[in-house]
């Protein structure tokens, strides 16, 4: 076990070597101001890693820091959670100097846990001793898992501001993390129960239940999630932690029990469904919350409060169930199988990305303009909404032009999906939920579709995965209808035709917040205007609604 910390010294103390004095510190940092807060508190973490403390001591430190900490990272990362990417300079400065926090609180809290183990670079006879010790001795088995257990736990932070940030841990994130626990199971102290009041409350917790936490919050792709989504499937990954095992061997009857997620603790690669031979290999047991997520599933179908269910008071449905059903086949059911397979693909594309930017491509360039609310000039509005393009082109091009096309390059793609990549600051920011449009090479149309996730790759580069709606969307005008007759703003929107041989019916592509169950809509498009009746939502992001309608 070699956690390659650095050595220690006593030439650049901290502004504190005693929990005490520590406690005396915070009351003179401004807590209430994240920025200047972050910055005290990295210096100070960064001194107290370098600084020779015997454990106890380092381990009481930061134990007294770590809450206030955390509390002002929480206000840090308002300022680039579920931000479209790239990240302004303001919250890119954010984002890194709250994964510079994380990452020296958690080399402190490893470097105690550490000297627990019998210092940098164990070996592992070294280990099975101090096991016997820690069998022998109840304080020692304490204290070593609440060592392990907060190493962890950080950890976990540190991984959902990734997230939050359009960022995946790297390869030595999960070499540390599956080397902690593997150290932890070597001592017999990974299912120790101990308390985390800044995480769990009262609850007891282990250093185990904080490591499924971190492999739950990776195979859930929470990086596809809303900003608020992702707060609570995070909080979840941290409330269910508990009820997952670590196996060496698979469950003898999978027919009888959840599908296991599957980790190597001697690689640097996050956990998976598919097992390998290896001899880090383990399964995390779900059994237990393919249960509990069943369960609250049932009760929500029978009118249960998502808060009664121990959701959280903040959770709302259907949104609630939405995101359980996402969890349970993520979690417990081997992961999402592709309706399509996917093939490598190496050709520039062209993206506009954007509701309003897209309708105003496949208007012909042509700038929306409401149609009339008076019935008079209804017939004359229709027709000009319709030609309008022929009469202006000049005044599109003096406005958006081609400013809002970009080219891409294709990854892989399938009938309905695609993987692009583009450098990092070569246009528009782009965020999970956007409506998109893109052309393929020569590609007769632009297909519409919206981006399912995007991340930030390396330093140079933005990866997407965008999603296609099947058939040729067509600009439309629409407008909200309610039952006493009123009529909401014209809004720009599209329509897709139904498609029988992939059992696709027609849709509308409306803004966000449209639908309502039975809600009549009017669409003006292809020169006709119909009465359409809502039924059923298809698709929704940040910016429109996917819907199927009567006629």
């Known amino acids: 076990m070699n956690f390659e910390l650095p050595p ?22 401004p807590l209430a101001n ?87 670079s164990s070996p592992r006879a070294a280990l099975e001793k101090l096991r016997d010790q820690c069998a022998a001795d109840p304080k020692l088995s304490h204290q070593g898992a609440l060592m392990a257990e907060r190493t962890v736990a950080v950890f976990a932070d540190w991984q959902l501001d990734l997230c939050r940030g359009g960022l995946l841990p790297d390869a030595m994130y999960w070499q540390k993390l599956h080397q902690i626990l593997q150290a932890a199971d070597a001592l017999g102290i990974a299912t120790h129960a101990v308390h985390d009041m800044a995480h769990h409350g009262s609850s007891l917790t282990t250093a185990l239940a904080a490591y499924a936490e971190c492999c739950l919050l990776s195979t859930a792709n929470a990086y596809e999630l809303p900003a608020r989504h992702l707060a609570w499937v995070a909080r979840w990954a941290r409330r269910w932690g508990p009820k997952l095992a670590l196996l060496t061997a698979p469950p003898e009857d999978l027919r009888q029990r959840a599908v296991p997620l599957w980790v190597d603790l001697e690689s640097d690669r996050p956990p998976s469904y598919l097992p390998r031979q290896t001899e880090g290999g383990r399964w995390l047991e779900t059994t237990e919350l393919r249960k509990s997520l069943i369960a609250r599933l049932a009760l929500l179908e029978q009118g249960r409060a998502p808060g009664e269910l121990q959701l959280g008071d903040d959770v709302t449905q259907p949104a609630a169930t939405h995101l359980l059903q996402r969890v349970l086949q993520r979690w417990c059911k081997g992961g999402v199988t592709r309706r399509q397979d996917r093939h490598p693909a190496n050709e520039e594309c062209k993206v506009i990305i954007g509701l ?7 208007s012909g360039r042509t700038p929306f303009r409401a149609p009339s609310l008076s019935d008079s000039t209804l017939r004359r509005e229709r027709e000009e909404f319709e030609t ?58 632009y297909v519409l579709g919206n981006v399912r996730w995007v991340l930030r790759e390396g330093d140079n580069s933005l990866i997407a995965g965008l ?25 720009q929107g ?12 027609a849709s509308l592509v409306m803004p966000a917040g449209t639908f309502r169950l039975d809600r009549l809509v009017e669409v003006m498009a292809d020169q006709n205007t119909a009465t359409r009746k809502l039924f059923r939502v298809l698709d929704r992001g940040i910016e429109f609604e996917r819907c199927n309608y009567y006629d």
């Open 34 to 120: 994240a920025v200047q807060a972050q910055a005290t508190l990295l210096r100070q973490l960064n001194l107290l890693h370098r600084f020779s403390l015997p454990k106890a001591e380092r381990f009481a430190i930061l134990e007294v820091i770590r809450r206030p900490l955390c509390e002002v990272q929480d206000d840090a990362s308002r300022k680039f959670a579920g931000k479209p990417l790239p990240l302004a300079p303001h919250e890119q400065a954010a984002l890194e100097t709250s994964l510079n926090v994380w990452l020296e609180l958690a080399l402190g809290y490893l470097r105690c846990f550490d000297e627990c183990c019998g210092g940098v």
């Open 494 to 505: 599209f329509t897709l035709p139904a498609i029988p041989a992939l059992k696709e019916s």
């Open 356 to 362: 309003e930017n897209v309708h105003f491509e496949l």
């Open 467 to 491: 999603q296609l709606f099947p058939g040729e969307a067509r600009p439309a005008a629409l407008r909200a209808l309610d039952a006493a007759g009123g009529r909401s703003v014209w809004q």
């Open 388 to 445: 309008f393009g022929n009469h202006s082109q000049r005044h599109a091009a003096a406005g958006k032009g081609d400013a809002h096309v970009e080219t891409w390059r294709v990854v892989d793609e399938s009938t309905s999906g695609l993987r692009v990549r583009r450098p990092l600051k070569e246009g528009a920011r782009v965020g999970p939920g956007q409506v998109v449009a893109v052309k393929i090479g020569d590609g007769p149309y």
């Open 8 to 29: 220690t010294g006593t030439e650049q103390p901290p502004a504190f070597t005693t929990a005490v004095a520590c406690q005396d510190w915070l009351a003179t940092v």
